[in-house]
């Protein structure tokens, strides 16, 4: 979670510049560390990116890495080579360091920028993703938001009592 343990919250139109660079709002951006910091940039799904502190994500990356590395020499994933792998090339090839520029510009590397399925001149949107700040290709944040909430009172519900 970020350091301030504050939810980020928040949704916001972006355009992706003929760079592929993005403009963060300022609450965004002090969230994660503040300008010149290094955020984790990881691929979530199908349309949306995730942005990270980048050592909250280092700190999750760690413990879930050194627990799978546990399994293996306590001999708990004999016969999950092909999961493992799996494991291995995802992990690869998930995430990026990037680098917050002046006004909390983002640059959206080549890879990360088919994976959001968005061209230079589109728009994006910018949404609080609570731990983190998540970009969204818009059709895949409608289909999402769609899905999502008629089942939001139930899972606020859930995780608040």
Request: with cysteine; hydrophobic share 40%.
């Amino acid at each position: 979670m970020p350091d301030t343990h504050e939810f980020i919250v928040g949704e916001f139109p972006r355009t992706l510049d003929e760079r592929y660079r993005l403009a963060l709002p300022a609450e965004f951006v002090t969230a994660l560390g503040g300008e010149q910091k290094e955020c984790i940039l990881a691929k979530e799904r199908p349309g949306c990116l995730s942005l990270w502190n980048a050592s909250t994500w280092q700190a999750k990356l760690d413990a879930g890495t050194a627990l799978v590395q546990a399994k293996i020499q306590a001999g708990k994933l004999d016969g999950k080579l092909e999961q493992v792998q799996r494991l291995g090339r995802l992990l690869s090839s998930r995430h990026r360091s990037v680098q917050l520029a002046a006004r909390g510009r983002l640059l959206v590397p080549e890879g990360f920028r088919e994976f959001l399925h968005s061209e230079a001149g589109s728009e994006v949107m910018v949404v609080g993703g609570a731990v983190c700040v998540e970009i969204w290709n818009p059709r895949a944040w409608l289909a999402y938001l769609e899905e999502q909430m008629p089942k939001f009172r139930r899972l606020f519900d859930r995780l608040s009592s």
